[in-house]
């Protein structure tokens, strides 16, 4: 089996039970990370490290959320990571989001308050910023690192803006859309999962 391994607390727990499990089940199992975090957990583990070039089709992924909505929307990226979070779920025939109930919300921004995280290439992060103020409202700011002088680098290189978006948003599909159009824009925002389990 090969399994996408998410970012974020819970999924040490996840990775936890996947442990007993391979042990139990003598299970051929091989782990492909979304960020230096879930690398470093599927090592410390002693799981088969895997990654996209090797294993471009996954059987399951499995991530943590910072919001899920009614509609299973989800907003992702609190950990700086969600361009590498996207692109494995987009290789797994299965999503499964691990959250717990502080995570479940009737829409977007009810409980998680910090904006949506968008990731643009450097030299694009006021432009983009400005052209989502214009077009979709709201504000957007660039993400500061508190460890080190100047703003958080993402494990791709890229900056990240965190959009507060007005209450008057409702068609995430559309939004979605909109800013992936938008030149210098890596990856964004909320996206759908085919499954969202809140534990």
Known sequence: MKLGIGSGSTIVYAVERIVEKVKEENLKLICVPTSFQAEQLILDNNLTLGNLTTCPQLDCAIDGADEVDSNLNLIKGGGGCHTQEKIVASCASKLVIIADYKKDSIRLGEKYKKGIPIEVVPSAYTPVGERIKRTLGGEAHLRMAKQKAGPVVTDNGNFILDWHFPDTVTDWKQ?????????????????????????
Request: aromatic share 12%; net charge positive; proline share 4%.
């Open 175 to 199: 939004v979605n859309t909109e800013i992936k159009m938008m030149p210098g824009m890596k990856f964004a925002l909320s996206f759908k999962s085919k499954e969202a389990f809140l534990k």
